[in-house]
């Protein structure tokens, strides 16, 4: 970071990187984060479960895509990252899920895309529960998954909820990744030092000055991880192996869902119909 940042020398995986570092940097033309949804505004909420081998640093990771669309053929135009959120894995399940859905009401997201591999199940089984804001008392609701069999506590739960099984759609994601990289469709927040920040985003600095740092580290994560062939398959691997790519994995998630399933340039689909050949995978 310090030679990054201090020495202006870029440090991390040239030969086999998973995308070309300077076309990732070109992607850092956001200049601010937002904090709430506008009307018409049109979000979708990625979420990766930290598996860490630094417990100190064990940590799951959030993602908000802002879709920009062409007017005329409804395609996606641009992939806006406005906020990286990062929740510890010393919370519960319970609190995650908690932490989770007040995101999702936050920006009113379409769709929230979440990992539930392994330890990312317990995650998905607290979702589809109902839940409270113990700091508000606001009901953050029942939620219900679009692609699998799993039963939410309430009948009427909402079905914003996609179960991203990685290893299913792992080729297909990196794809999407790699696209979005390289297209330029992907913007995320600019590199900021303390200097740039006014006193009054100083004063609220959860909101206008983390996101950008959590942008930071997502940078580095992606400059660690190197693309990797498989005979049926393609797939990443980090080149120091105890740092994260959380943050990574939360962001292509997302990424994935929105150009798989809603990038549709001829008619608006109902997402029961986009998910039908996936369900129950």
């Not at 007040?102 to 009113?108: D, E, H, L, P, Q």
């Not at 985003?201 to 930071?216: A, G, S, V």
């Amino acid at each position: 970071s310090f030679a990054q940042n201090y020495e202006s020398k870029w440090v991390g995986a040239s030969r086999v990187a998973l995308v070309n570092i300077n076309k990732l940097l070109e992607c850092r033309n956001l200049i601010k984060t937002c904090e709430c949804a506008n009307d018409g505004d049109e979000y979708y909420v990625g979420v990766d479960v930290g598996r860490s081998q630094s417990t100190a640093n064990n940590q799951s990771s959030i993602a908000v895509i802002r879709v920009i669309r062409n007017k005329k053929s409804n395609k996606v135009k641009h992939l806006e990252c406005v906020n990286i959120i990062n929740v510890s894995n010393t919370m519960n399940f319970t609190n995650q899920a908690i932490e989770i859905k007040r995101v999702k009401k936050r920006y009113n997201a379409r769709m929230v895309i979440t990992d539930g591999n392994g330890i990312g199940t317990g995650l998905v089984d607290q979702l589809l529960r109902n839940a409270e804001d113990p700091m508000t008392g606001d009901d953050l609701g029942c939620w219900d998954t679009i692609n699998t069999d799993n039963k939410p506590e309430s009948d009427d739960a909402e079905q914003c909820l996609f179960d991203m099984k990685a290893q299913t759609y792992q080729s297909k994601t990196i794809s999407y990744f790699i696209d979005a990289v390289d297209s330029g469709k992907l913007r995320i927040l600019q590199q900021k030092k303390d200097s740039d920040f006014t006193q009054s985003e100083k004063e609220d600095y959860e909101n206008k000055i983390l996101p950008f740092i959590q942008t930071d580290f997502m940078v580095e994560e992606i400059a660690n991880l190197k693309l990797k062939t498989l005979p049926s398959s393609i797939t990443v691997e980090k080149s120091v192996s105890k740092m994260n790519k959380d943050r990574f994995s939360c962001l292509s998630y997302c990424i994935f869902y929105i150009m798989e399933f809603t990038n549709d340039p001829k008619q608006q689909i109902n997402n029961y119909d986009l998910l039908s050949q996936y369900t129950y995978l």
